[in-house]
């Protein structure tokens, strides 16, 4: 089964910076879509960031805008989520996850899932 690998993580401040990356050596993106998902406790997963691997044309959480952003290496064959301005509500296990159909912030667009790397954002 292939599996997504995501670094990054860490404890930070609020209005610091983390860079969060996701690879995967048995799966190659280029013909994927590609997202960021997030999930704090006793909440429900949510999307944080799509991104079409081909195009680069992504899309945003409303409550990321403007602080985070999605993107590509193709020749590292990774994913990034440079998130900036952090604040404590952004305090989650962030997963990364690829998938074929479409871009969009759905759970349900995604077929492969990492297993997370947890981001802690302090007050």
């Known amino acids: 089964q292939v599996r997504l690998v995501e670094r990054g993580g860490g404890l930070v401040q609020a209005g610091e910076s983390l860079r969060l990356s996701c690879t995967a050596s048995?799966?190659?993106?280029?013909?994927?879509?590609m997202a960021w998902f997030r999930q704090a406790p006793g909440k429900e997963r949510e999307g944080v960031a799509s991104i079409i691997w081909t195009s680069g044309r992504s899309v945003y959480a409303d409550s990321v805008k403007g602080r985070f952003t999605i993107s590509r290496n193709n020749a590292e064959n990774t994913l990034y989520l440079q998130m900036d301005n952090l604040k404590p509500e952004d305090t989650a296990m962030y997963y990364c996850?690829?998938?074929?159909?479409?871009?969009?912030?759905?759970?349900?667009?995604?077929?492969?899932w990492g297993q997370g790397t947890q981001v802690t954002v302090s007050s």
């Open positions: 996850a690829a998938g074929f159909s479409q871009l969009g912030l759905s759970s349900e667009l995604y077929i492969n």
């Open positions: 048995e799966l190659k993106f280029y013909n994927r879509h």
